[in-house]
């Protein structure tokens, strides 16, 4: 079975550092690999897609693969308290984590 | 575009009884997913579609669930006879037809599910 596998959190960083969140998945053939950012009560929106091994970086946002390791992970530079929120880390659009819970702490 | 449109938001209905929710997906979009999200086991996929075809239901819990897509533009999950462990928020979801695995999913608001 395909599992994507997330630290649940609560994750608490101070306002302004660095959150770095990691997910490992399972199915070594997996292409494709999503961060959603998803707030109480509200659905599921897309951060950031990589593809490729190495560093994607989007704004004060990067993703991370490693497909040896089979590892993904976001990095969160200069954290508000509006990214306080869950992220689940994707695999293609069948298999996610659980979600870790961050929480930015003014 | 008003985005994936779900209905209803809230529905809270006794054991036993039928329950429809309902997804209207992009315009455009070939491939409908539904979730289901608890806090026990995350966000699960349930079942998806390629032009209205069911291609994967492996996530569909039971025999109870079953969905359809009579058309491009409208899909259903029903569940019969609904149980209070069918209580959680289901999402549906459309991505565009280019490459299944390469395309960010799109989410409608869910629906809310309570049984009691």
């Known amino acids: 079975q395909k599992e994507v596998e997330q630290n649940s959190g609560p994750l608490s960083v101070p306002e302004g550092a660095i959150a770095s969140l990691n997910c490992t998945y399972s199915?070594?053939?997996?292409?494709?690999f999503f961060w959603y950012r998803q707030y109480s009560g509200k659905s599921p929106e897309l951060i950031m897609s990589?593809?490729?091994?190495g560093d994607k970086e989007d704004g004060r946002f990067t993703a991370q693969l490693n497909k040896a390791s089979q590892y993904v992970s976001l990095l969160i530079r200069d954290s508000q308290p509006s990214d306080s929120a869950t992220y689940l880390c994707?695999?293609?659009?069948?298999?996610f984590g659980k979600g870790t819970k961050l929480s930015v702490i003014p | 575009d008003a985005g994936v449109i779900q209905s209803p938001r809230h529905e809270v209905t006794e054991m036993g009884q039928e329950v429809t929710l309902r997804c209207k997906p992009i315009?455009?979009?070939?491939?409908l997913f539904w979730y289901r999200q608890t806090m026990m086991r995350g966000l699960e996929l349930l079942i998806y579609?390629?032009?209205?075809?069911?291609?994967?239901d492996s996530g569909m819990p039971e025999d109870r669930f079953s969905a359809k897509m009579p058309n491009a533009s409208f899909s259903t999950l029903k569940i019969q006879p609904s149980e209070p462990r069918d209580s959680a928020v289901y999402f549906c979801?459309?991505?565009?037809?280019?490459?299944?695995?390469?395309?960010?999913?799109?989410f409608g608001q869910g629906t809310r599910l309570t049984v009691v």
């Open positions: 979801a459309s991505t565009p037809g280019t490459a299944l695995m390469n395309t960010e999913a799109f």
């Open positions: 199915d070594r053939g997996s292409q494709s």
């Open positions: 990589i593809y490729s091994n």
């Open positions: 994707a695999v293609s659009q069948l298999t």
């Open positions: 315009s455009g979009h070939d491939y």
């Open positions: 579609f390629n032009n209205n075809v069911p291609i994967d």
